[in-house]
């Protein structure tokens, strides 16, 4: 598709969004901006309208001029970037639950614009925001947290092979987790360069998937490297009570968060559910049962 044509099309999409805006007294309008074509394009309706421009960098940011919405997303899967950013926009307060937006921003990716959606804020709202992922784990980076979260909702979700399968993700804090914990098999990543460890190649997460059924937990860094798996976790719980219904791959995720400033995932075997635990507590919990919770790395 060439240049004019692309701005052409994505020109007609903004004109009929903002006359379908009108008639059905939609106020604000949230564009997901990923080239400055795109904002040149909306410019010449900008000061008439309640644009809500969404980029994903600093760079595009500054180079249009005017406020934007500046919320990463790069690191999500295209069909889970609107709800993620309407869910970052409800929280810093650009949008308000319960009021009604239209949305323009390309699914595809292969255009300008592609879609429009009108909707109200609630029934779209991601499960986990990137304020979220901030104060879950203060020293561990979005992405590697969003991304082992993802992995786990995929294994509580869809299992192995048909199977159900329960592990432990314990993100963060590596070298204080490996004191309270030991090896229960030959660490299957042993011997691997650290670029051939990194939970953002999709063959390392496939390769979890696999070993996802052995016993024990996966320690991975704050970096995004998979330190080991196949480890048992032997932090005391200390005095904090046992979580009712839940076995002892919950108990050892909330005692090891409780000693360490790791971040533990865990997917329960008997109903695919998936819990963070931060601080010896379960903070959030994802049903299986729900794909719209899911959020897919890109």
């Not at 996802?212 to 200390?238: N, Y």
Request: glycine share 8%; hydrophobic share 45%; aromatic share 6%.
């Amino acid at each position: 598709m060439t240049k004019s044509k692309a701005d052409k099309e994505a020109q007609v999409l903004i004109e009929e969004a903002l006359q379908i805006a009108e008639k059905l007294k939609i106020k604000k309008i949230l564009v997901v901006c990923e080239k400055i074509a795109l904002w040149n394009s909306i410019l010449p309706h900008y000061a008439k309208n309640q644009f809500i421009i969404a980029v994903s960098g600093k760079k595009l940011a500054d180079s249009i001029k005017v406020e934007t919405f500046l919320c990463d997303y790069s690191f999500v899967a295209r069909g889970d970037r609107l709800a993620y950013i309407l869910r970052a926009a409800v929280e810093s307060a650009k949008l308000v639950k319960g009021e009604r937006v239209l949305c323009l921003y390309s699914l595809g990716g292969y255009k300008l614009l592609d879609s429009m959606l009108i909707l109200k804020v609630e029934e779209q709202l991601s499960p986990i925001s990137p304020g979220d992922m901030k104060r879950i784990g203060k020293n561990i980076p979005v992405e590697v947290l969003f991304s082992m979260v993802n992995l786990a909702i995929e294994l509580g979700q869809e299992g192995r092979e048909g199977a159900p399968v329960g592990t432990l993700f314990v993100i963060g804090d590596t070298e204080k987790v490996l004191e309270l914990s030991k090896p229960m098999i030959f660490n299957p990543f042993l011997g691997y360069k650290k670029e051939e460890r990194n939970v953002f190649d999709q063959k390392v997460q496939e390769s979890i998937k696999e070993l996802a059924s052995i016993d024990g937990a996966f320690l991975i860094s704050s970096e995004g490297i998979v330190e080991s798996g196949g480890m048992f976790l032997h932090a005391d719980s200390g005095k904090s009570s046992p979580m009712r219904g839940l076995g002892a791959r919950h108990a050892a995720a909330a005692a090891i968060t409780l000693h360490t400033h790791s971040v533990a995932v865990a997917v329960s075997e008997s109903t695919g559910a998936v819990r963070i635990f931060s601080g010896g507590k379960a903070v959030r919990t994802f049903k299986s049962y729900r794909p719209q919770t899911r959020i897919r790395k890109k």
